[in-house]
């Protein structure tokens, strides 16, 4: 759901919000304008300032305008993938020449790419102080590949056939480099 974070004094609060694809949180601060002193951002994040006072006047408009433009519904983030690949096509020239579409950053995602019909060939090895992430070697039947799954503990493990969503990049250890996948999302194959 669209958040604003406000901290500040008796003199004035500031803040930041951040939203997710479905709800223009530019739009929703511009019809809490009698409330504000000053905002502006763009559909996915915000600045704003205003009075104390006003706060609570506030919350209630801002979630208002949420619930009417929502609902009930539970906004997920669309993961848009650019490409469908095979794993034996995630070569080191391929990864090298999508590294080179950079710069990445708000709106611009690292490439992100579809590799259908795997199964893992390697046991999973759990990393992290708490043992969150998950690393695991995948097959199509041909080649492998290393995947890396951060904060898997959280999630269910790919299991049976599956489909990846993943960036490739090249990781580079102790001298060695090899492809590796970090994990985007799965489902199991088709």
Same mark, same amino acid.
């Given at each position: 759901?669209? &958040? %604003?974070? #406000?901290?500040?004094?008796?003199?004035?609060?500031?803040?930041?919000?951040?939203?997710?694809?479905?709800?223009?949180?530019?739009?929703?601060? *511009?019809?809490?304008?009698?409330?504000?002193?000053?905002?502006?951002?763009?559909?996915?994040?915000?600045? #704003?300032s205003m009075q104390?006072?006003? %706060?609570?006047?506030?919350?209630?408009?801002?979630?208002? %305008?949420?619930? !009417?433009?929502?609902?009930?519904?539970?906004?997920?983030?669309?993961?848009?993938?650019?490409?469908?690949?095979? #794993?034996?096509?995630? &070569?080191?020239? &391929?990864?090298?020449?999508?590294?080179?579409?950079?710069?990445?950053?708000?709106?611009?995602?690292?490439?992100?790419?579809?590799?259908?019909?795997?199964?893992?060939?390697?046991?999973?090895?759990?990393?992290?102080?708490?043992?969150?992430?998950?690393?695991?070697?995948? &097959?199509?039947?041909?080649?492998?590949?290393?995947?890396?799954?951060?904060? !898997?503990?959280? *999630?269910? #493990?790919? !299991?049976?056939?599956?489909?990846?969503?993943?960036?490739?990049?090249?990781?580079? $250890?102790?001298?060695?480099?090899? %492809?590796?996948?970090?994990?985007?999302? $799965?489902?199991?194959?088709?």
């Amino acid at each position: 759901r669209p &958040t %604003i974070i #406000l901290g500040g004094s008796p003199d004035g609060m500031r803040g930041s919000g951040r939203s997710v694809e479905g709800f223009d949180l530019a739009a929703a601060l *511009r019809e809490c304008d009698e409330y504000l002193d000053r905002h502006g951002g763009h559909a996915m994040a915000a600045g #704003l300032s205003m009075q104390p006072e006003n %706060i609570d006047a506030f919350r209630k408009r801002f979630n208002e %305008i949420v619930h !009417a433009k929502v609902g009930g519904r539970e906004l997920m983030p669309t993961l848009k993938l650019d490409a469908l690949n095979t #794993l034996s096509s995630l &070569t080191f020239q &391929t990864v090298k020449s999508l590294d080179q579409l950079q710069p990445t950053g708000s709106g611009i995602h690292p490439v992100q790419v579809a590799v259908p019909q795997l199964e893992m060939d390697a046991p999973v090895r759990w990393m992290g102080k708490e043992q969150q992430h998950a690393k695991f070697s995948v &097959t199509d039947g041909n080649v492998s590949a290393e995947a890396v799954f951060w904060n !898997a503990a959280e *999630r269910d #493990l790919p !299991a049976g056939r599956f489909d990846l969503a993943v960036q490739p990049s090249i990781n580079s $250890w102790r001298g060695r480099h090899s %492809i590796q996948l970090k994990i985007l999302d $799965w489902r199991p194959a088709h």
